[in-house]
């Protein structure tokens, strides 16, 4: 009943959101002199922060409506390209003169770990500039019918695959965090059928390859707790009247309480300083605070079988370095991957995933050619920052483009090259 419950707390606090709303607006507006006071400013922060920790917060959009292609700003279409009950395929398709030579053509699969995929906004839009970009938008499980059947660890390697075929020959493929073990099982799976689809390079970013290197707070949770335990504590059925009803599910409200409690100070802090901010009239760092919160707090909602083969498979019996990982009753061989490039990104502050738990994948990926293969640890970043952010801009993002370039079925061998900034082997 604890959803239930959550879910009746929200609809009762409803009525005082949209009085706190209006008062905000009140104190805020111009043309009453108390907006321009100290005490005036106060209140209108005061409501502010009411209304926003007492929402619920909706899924963001990307907002991506052009980029610069060389020095030309081109417009960008969002399109869903590809259906299926919990993922659509979305296309950002860039209006390129007749004259521009082919991009690469990159699919970017997105964790499906609690945050909606637009939590990767600054992962495409610094990479659209060079690349084709594909990108798995998951759907909330609260929003899917038990009609539409089951989503595990299967089906998850299953849409991948078939994501690649509709997309066709020389496509890359990237995987954030948690989608690198479902992304290599898929690419193993494809090249141990000779699968002439099978993705022309394969780059892992921060991903629990091996969770038994360098072991983090997540890692050890896992590692602490039997499998029943998070079955019987943390699954729960979607209530009514949402479309998902009665769907067992590991909730998103849940997942952000795990997600804030591990920096608690760190949100405490700014949340006082946003506080601070809106006193001061101090606009631009304000927005900073609101523009990260709204997608920081906004969470979707995971099916139980997979989350629950997700926990069992990758953080307690770390089955794919162990050689134990299956896909449909067969076990998965990512020796058989021999034609897909790797590049497998980390960062040295992560503290999600620990610095070596993604370069394991180079080495069970023992018959990929050395000039097909590059890691790449980048100083100074934590978990977020190995794909958004400054130094990923300046840094993560042109290697990653690199990389596909050079791999690109149609192109010539690799070539490992160090750039200054970080460290590449």
């Known amino acids: 009943m604890f959803y239930q419950l959550y879910e009746m707390n929200h609809a009762a606090m409803a009525p005082y959101r949209a009085v706190a709303d209006i008062m905000r607006l009140a104190y805020a507006n111009p043309l009453n002199p108390l907006s321009q006071t100290p ?12 209304e926003r920790t007492t929402r619920r917060y909706g899924k963001p959009s990307f907002d991506l409506p052009e980029t610069v292609v060389g ?11 590809w259906a299926r009950p919990f993922c659509n395929l979305l296309h950002f398709s860039r209006n390129l003169p007749a004259a521009h030579a082919p991009d690469p053509r990159i699919l970017i699969v997105a964790p499906m770990s609690g945050h909606y ?149 760190r949100h405490l802090v700014a949340h006082k300083e946003f506080f601070m901010h809106l006193v001061k009239n101090d606009g631009e760092p304000a927005e900073k605070h609101r523009d990260f919160y709204d997608e920081y707090l906004a969470v979707m909602d995971l099916t139980a079988e997979f989350y629950l083969q997700t926990v069992d498979q990758v953080f307690i019996r770390h089955a794919l370095p162990k050689g134990e990982l ?13 034609n897909v490039a790797l590049l497998t990104v980390e960062g040295e502050n992560d503290d999600i995933s620990g610095v070596g738990q993604t370069k394991a994948a180079q080495t069970i990926c023992t018959n ?58």
């Open 39 to 50: 005490w005036g400013r106060t209140m209108a922060a005061a409501l502010e922060m009411f």
């Open 71 to 81: 020095d030309k700003k081109v417009a960008v279409r969002e399109e869903v390209v």
């Open 117 to 265: 995929a637009t939590l990767l906004r600054g992962t495409v839009e610094a990479l659209l500039p060079s690349a084709d970009i594909y990108i798995t938008d998951w759907i909330d499980a609260r929003m899917v019918p038990m009609t539409d059947g089951t989503f595990d660890f299967n089906d998850y390697v299953d849409y991948v695959i078939e994501m690649l075929h509709f997309l066709g020959p020389d496509t890359h493929v990237i995987a954030v965090c948690q989608p690198s073990v479902p992304v290599l099982a898929a690419a193993a799976v494809m090249e141990e059928a000779n699968d002439p689809l099978a993705p022309a390079s394969m780059t892992l970013m921060g991903g629990p390859i091996d969770t038994r290197i360098n072991p983090t707070a997540v890692n050890q949770l896992a590692k602490d707790k039997p499998l029943e335990w998070f079955a019987e504590n943390v699954i729960m059925n979607v209530p009514w009247p949402q479309p998902g009803f009665m769907r067992p599910v590991y909730p998103g409200f849940l997942q952000l309480s795990g997600f804030m409690s591990m920096n608690l100070d």
């Open 326 to 338: 299956e896909h449909r009753g067969k076990l998965v061989d990512p020796t058989a991957i021999r």
């Open 368 to 425: 990929i050619p050395d000039h097909m293969r590059m890691h790449y640890l980048q100083p100074d970043v934590g978990h977020y920052g190995v794909f958004n952010g400054s130094r990923f801009r300046r840094e993560i993002a042109p290697r990653i483009v690199n990389f596909v370039r050079e791999h690109g079925r149609a192109g010539k061998p690799a070539v490992k090259r160090v750039i200054k900034g970080g460290k590449s082997t």
